[in-house]
């Protein structure tokens, strides 16, 4: 007898709900508080954040956008990047947020693979997403450049207020937790990124479970500096805030001057941090008093927490499966610079090579086991094979990640996927930069591996070898090529040209050496 499927714990709902049901619960409370580096701030009271998403979303409607047509949103941090967002998840649409370091080249694919009906950009990025993605019905641009004064002339774009509509038009449609919620493109071991895409299902377990994960308070504020075109902050962060009826103080960018005047204004309490961050404010002068509750950060209760006064979180997770899946504790105490204990929400599983769970202090492959469409994503859109390549035939998530099963219980991450490069907290492919050297004319053949970085954690460098021994432009050409087709952060900060590439069984690259060799010379 087959066991049918559980009741949807969304069921009856999707993003809507959540926006409306805190619009009623919370009117009048502080949803979210712009603080631009340049020009003047606004805050947004549920009440108001929720207008907001409704006028987007009957703009969208009224020019004929239909459920789950996609629309591109190409935006650095500002109060539309949020609007947006979400107002393409209430008028059912799916919106696919990019990168906004991202190449022309890179928008293109992102905009054709994903079949984007229009576009939402601001005013430096506006001339690049016209000429990458002439196919786009249309494109509004924002007023400011996340506040500041628009240099480039724009005088020829539709403004963001042009999609300004009237709620009371809105149709009425069910409430479908399975439906498509956004897209997001991450890096993978493939040469080109992948679709990944949400339901509103996912969208509210990740509020719900990052609320719980984060002890989340509705007195809480929440600092919001890292991308929000990543699952991170719009995750963990804004969903978190708006599933328990918090408050986000949002900025352009991660600013290490501003982290502590920002944080004391607003009485913020909770942040999600990386490496870099706290390296950076580290140097800045520390108050003697603040609000702080928690931070979140990859590994729990590092070193700098004394210096700070904070307690970090840690955590681990991925854009597939929306939340944290290995996460720290924020009422007792963790072992330092562990990942945390597998999350109550999935089946964490860390396996050797014949599939079978490790023991206390060994290191294996971790698997994470979920349901898909709920708390893992639904799919890779558009890539059918390299959905089914996700899963093992039981059903578990690869994550391409390993760790160690540490004696105490918690788990400690081991390393990532030999593959994949973390470069300033952003996930590179080696593939895809290898991709792009390889078109570079006088390559005969390449590998990408990363190099350790005091602030960055580590960045791209390419090894070459050359149609000829004697070209001695051909790294210049690499790095311009890159720089014309790549977003910044995975450009190769080095090139360098060698007779031969380290080989293992079956003739493949012996990357593992090539990485030898970078440690070898880091540490003479």
Request: contains cysteine; hydrophobic residues 45%.
């Amino acid at each position: 007898m087959t066991t049918p499927p559980p009741i949807n714990p969304f069921a009856g709902m999707d993003a809507r709900s959540l926006i409306d049901l805190q619009a009623a619960a919370r009117g009048d409370h502080a949803c979210l508080i712009w603080e631009p580096f340049d020009g003047e701030g606004r805050t947004w009271s549920y009440t108001q954040f929720a207008e907001a998403i409704r006028r987007f979303a009957a703009g969208l409607q009224a020019r004929g956008v239909r459920p789950a047509d996609r629309v591109l949103v190409h935006l650095d941090n500002c109060p539309e990047s949020v609007i947006a967002w979400l107002g393409c998840a209430y008028a059912g649409a799916v919106a696919v947020t990019t990168n906004a370091r991202s190449s022309a080249d890179e928008i293109a694919y992102f905009a054709e693979h994903s079949g984007a009906v229009g576009g939402v950009t601001q005013p430096c990025f506006a001339h690049l997403v016209r000429d990458a993605a002439p196919g786009l019905g249309w494109l509004v641009v924002t007023e400011t450049d996340n506040g500041a004064p628009a240099e480039d002339d724009v005088s020829g774009f539709e403004p963001f207020s042009a999609l300004d509509g009237d709620p009371a038009a809105l149709i009425e449609r069910p409430h479908e937790p399975m439906a498509p919620f956004a897209i997001q493109y991450t890096s993978g071991t493939t040469a080109r990124p992948k679709a990944v895409l949400w339901t509103h299902a996912n969208f509210l377990w990740g509020a719900k479970m990052c609320a719980l994960h984060e002890d989340l308070r509705p007195s809480d504020v929440h600092l919001v500096t890292l991308p929000l075109f990543h699952t991170n902050a719009q995750s963990y962060s804004v969903a978190a805030a708006l599933w328990v009826g918090a408050t986000l103080v949002l900025q352009p960018k991660f600013s290490a001057s501003r982290f502590w005047p920002v944080s004391l204004k607003h009485g913020c309490t909770w942040a999600s941090m990386v490496p870099f961050c706290l390296k950076a404010i580290a140097e800045q002068p520390r108050p003697e008093r603040h609000s702080y509750r928690f931070w979140g950060n990859g590994v729990c209760e590092p070193p700098t927490d004394a210096l700070f006064g904070v307690k970090t979180i840690g955590w681990w997770g991925m854009t597939e499966i929306i939340t944290q899946g290995v996460v720290g504790s924020a009422h007792l105490k963790d072992a330092p610079m562990s990942m945390g204990r597998p999350s109550p929400g999935y089946g964490i599983h860390v396996l050797d090579d014949d599939g079978a769970p490790v023991k206390p202090g060994e290191t294996g492959d971790l698997y994470v086991e979920g349901r898909r469409g709920v708390s893992l994503f639904l799919e890779y859109a558009g890539d059918p094979a390299a959905t089914a390549a996700a899963f093992r035939e039981d059903g578990l998530f690869i994550t391409g990640d390993r760790v160690r099963l540490g004696e105490d219980g918690f788990l400690y991450f081991a390393d990532r996927s030999k593959d994949m490069l973390k470069v300033g907290g952003e996930n590179v492919a080696a593939s895809e930069i290898e991709r792009v050297v390889a078109s570079v004319a006088g390559v005969r053949e390449c590998a990408v591996v990363g190099r350790r970085h005091a602030m960055l954690d580590e960045v791209p460098v390419a090894f070459v070898i050359p149609v000829d021994a004697a070209d001695v432009g051909l790294p210049e050409r690499v790095l311009d090529t890159c720089a014309a087709t790549l977003a910044s952060f995975k450009r190769p900060h080095d090139v360098r040209l060698v007779e031969s590439l380290p080989r293992s069984t079956l003739e493949k690259i012996a990357k593992a050496e090539l990485r030898a060799l970078l440690a070898a010379e880091a540490k003479s």
